[in-house]
């Protein structure tokens, strides 16, 4: 028999729709009903493709007994964390306040008012490493709140009291100048690991945001070591392993310091910054590795992660069927000798096997090993390579695909859009910019209401009931200006404008400029979640002042430009302190620093050879955050266009920043003299 959750969209709540555990999903009917009972509230939080989170499952919520225990004396709430990270938020700041450490899945007992008082993670089905059993968690905590009912009480109310107190204080709201960079960079060679790329130990994460902070920094300074730090970083991440050498795009991390074994799950949000990142480095750098990457990562998300309504799915899971009906994670994508020689005959199989560092211990589990490139390529024959890679792939595509997570997430969409729209402007793919503009025209049609509210996710074409927190309306801004400056399409600008005019209105504190990652107007939790710090996705914070400052400088406005200033106050506080993780706030603030600049590129026609030649420099322009219009004269697409004329009647292009205009240039090379710091 289905439980509650049978009618969510979630793929998470759906998973569980069928566990004997009588799950309800977060809504004030779950607490009203747990406080009519008088029984604590298990909350459990996770997302669709992680591989815990399904052993917990397994082991516990289809454990009839289990079940029978819970169904007794808890009511039971289940949250996708990606569909509620509000909640998720909230409540993992708890977990890891009290217990220092936190993940997925997260495992919270409330009372019926939503207060914590016991926290954990994963629960084993019998004690082991020092950590108790789920049934003894349970039994404990069952005790607790029928005999020390006050005691319970007083330590979820000092809980809240401490969260509450938890606001942060970022100083006066002044951006970041030249001597805060500086610390950061500082910062982050100190945190270099020079020999393998990256930053930190293990497990590893690619940095796609710090990389664009890097990127912009030399671009602005001529930093070499910046260059030197992001382009070294990219060149190990797409050999080692946590690059699917075969169909492109990138895993969650990489387990060990080398990015040879990652953990597998592949996730919309990693593959749309990286995407762009990659994309970013050839336009510095001119490298054929990071346009191959940049290239077949995009190529990976449309093949794989679109759905049929044109969005893009959220993620693919780590495990898939062994062949023996046995989920096991990363079967999908190993290698071992044998199955090498079994496709491609023995001959091909030990070219391959060295190509790939494919070995006969395995660099994985059971033997087999991930494929990666060596470290220091000679002499190949790249056709042969290609014809192995074809063969592989075809091969792969024989076993079972591990399961997809189709919810649209608007603010990974948002990502996904610019990333696809830049990609493809830059390689003259028409393809990848339409697939941006079909999953920005689903966002409009069925994301957005006619207040322009965002809702956070849909699936199968039907709209989710969770509104858009600050991240959704920051990154699909972010998409959007993208889209405007490759497509010379002025309603996308305008889509951004109203999205950014919720978030001044409803996102930011009017006194201090602080953002927050709920609406003033949302759902109220027992607080109101507000995290500065890019982690796998930039900030709602660190987002939302990159996009009001790329508006500001498309239309003028001050409200935007000065939110934007005041926004990054947090990057004044915390860049120099932490820049590993608030590198898309570092990356803003340098576009802050260079102006960021305008350009207005017009021409007799948009299919104008000529103006299309002077737009595409445009687009390859290194300056940080410049924004681009392109037109034609009057014809009031953009504000940036207002007022520009051809000179000699050929195509024009014009440089402001800081409120100052150049002269006009008519040919690439002075355009790109421009666009050069």
């Not at 939503?114 to 968690?137: I, L």
């Not at 990142?277 to 093949?303: K, N, P």
């Amino acid at each position: 028999m289905a439980n509650r959750l049978a009618h969510e969209t979630s793929p998470y709540l759906l998973q569980h729709a069928d566990n004997p555990v009588d799950w309800w999903p977060w809504s004030a009917e779950a607490f009203e009903e747990a406080r009519r009972r008088g029984v604590p509230v298990l909350l459990s939080v996770g997302y669709s493709s992680c591989h815990w989170c399904h052993v917990m499952a397994h082991e516990s919520f289809e454990d009839q007994e289990t079940a029978d225990y819970l169904n007794e004396h808890f009511l039971s709430v289940k949250v996708d964390r990606e569909e509620r990270p509000d909640v998720d938020a909230v409540y993992m700041e708890a977990v890891q306040a009290a217990t220092g450490q936190g993940g997925w899945p997260m495992t919270v007992f409330l009372t019926p008012d939503a207060e914590p008082f016991y926290f954990g993670t994963y629960f084993p089905p019998a004690p082991r490493h020092g950590m108790p059993s789920f049934r003894q968690v349970l039994e404990g905590v069952r005790h607790a709140w029928s005999d020390r009912r006050e005691e319970v009480a007083e330590v979820a109310g000092k809980i809240v009291r401490d969260l509450a107190g938890r606001e942060i204080s970022y100083g006066a709201g002044v951006a970041p100048g030249e001597h805060e960079l500086a610390q950061a960079l500082l910062g982050l060679t100190r945190e270099y690991d020079a020999q393998r790329g990256g930053f930190g130990g293990a497990p590893k994460f690619p940095p796609s945001m710090v990389v664009e902070f890097l990127l912009r920094h030399h671009a602005r300074t001529g930093a070499e070591g910046a260059l030197q730090m992001a382009q070294d970083t990219c060149e190990r991440m797409a050999r080692g392993g946590i690059y699917d050498q075969l169909g492109g795009g990138f895993a969650r991390y990489s387990v060990d310091r080398d990015w040879l074994v990652p953990h597998f799950e592949k996730m919309l949000y990693d593959n749309a910054l990286l995407c762009r990142v990659y994309a970013h480095l050839w336009r510095a750098t001119g490298s054929e590795q990071a346009r191959r990457v940049a290239l077949e990562t995009a190529d990976f998300m449309v093949r794989e992660l679109r759905t049929a309504e044109g969005g893009f799915a959220s993620a693919l899971d780590a495990d898939s069927d062994d062949g023996t009906g046995k989920h096991v994670e990363g079967v999908y994508y190993v290698w071992t000798p044998a199955q090498l020689t079994e496709v491609l005959g023995a001959e091909d199989a030990e070219l391959a096997a060295h190509h790939f560092g494919v070995t006969a211990e395995g660099t994985f589990e059971e033997g087999a090993s991930v494929l990666r490139l060596p470290q220091d390529e000679g002499v190949f024959d790249a056709e042969k390579i290609a014809s192995i890679k074809e063969r592989l792939l075809e091969a792969r595509a024989t076993r079972p695909a591990p399961g997809r997570d189709d919810k649209v997430v608007a603010a990974w969409n948002g990502l996904a859009i610019a990333a696809l729209a830049e990609t493809g402007a830059y390689f003259d793919r028409p393809d990848l910019v339409d697939a941006a503009l079909a999953a920005a025209d689903l966002l409009v049609r069925l994301h957005l209401d006619d207040r322009a509210r965002l809702a956070r996710t849909s699936k199968d074409g039907h709209v989710g009931a969770n509104a858009g927190v600050l991240e959704d309306y920051a990154d699909v801004a972010e998409g959007f200006l993208a889209l405007a400056s490759v497509t010379g399409e002025g309603v996308w600008l305008e889509f951004a404008g109203f999205l950014l005019d919720h978030v001044l209105a409803r996102f930011v504190d009017p006194e201090s400029g602080a953002l927050y990652d709920t609406a003033v107007d949302a759902e109220r939790l027992i607080r109101r979640p507000q995290d500065p710090t890019d982690n796998a996705v930039p900030s709602g914070w660190s987002a939302a002042a990159g996009a009001l400052l790329s508006y500001a400088a498309h239309t003028g406005s001050e409200a935007h430009r000065s939110a934007a200033e005041r926004a990054l106050g947090v990057v004044k506080a915390l860049g120099p302190r932490v820049p590993r993780f608030i590198g898309w706030g570092l990356a803003a603030a340098e576009a802050l620093l260079d102006g960021p600049r305008e350009v207005a590129v017009v021409g007799p026609s948009a299919d104008d050879p000529g103006t299309r030649a002077l737009h595409r420099t445009a687009l390859l322009g290194v300056a940080p955050g410049a924004v681009v219009a392109c037109g034609t004269p009057g014809s009031g697409e953009f504000p940036l266009l207002e007022g520009r004329e051809l000179v000699d009647g050929g195509p024009t292009a014009y440089v402001c920043r800081r409120f100052v205009c150049e002269m006009p240039v008519t040919d690439g090379e002075g355009l790109r003299a421009k666009l050069t710091p």
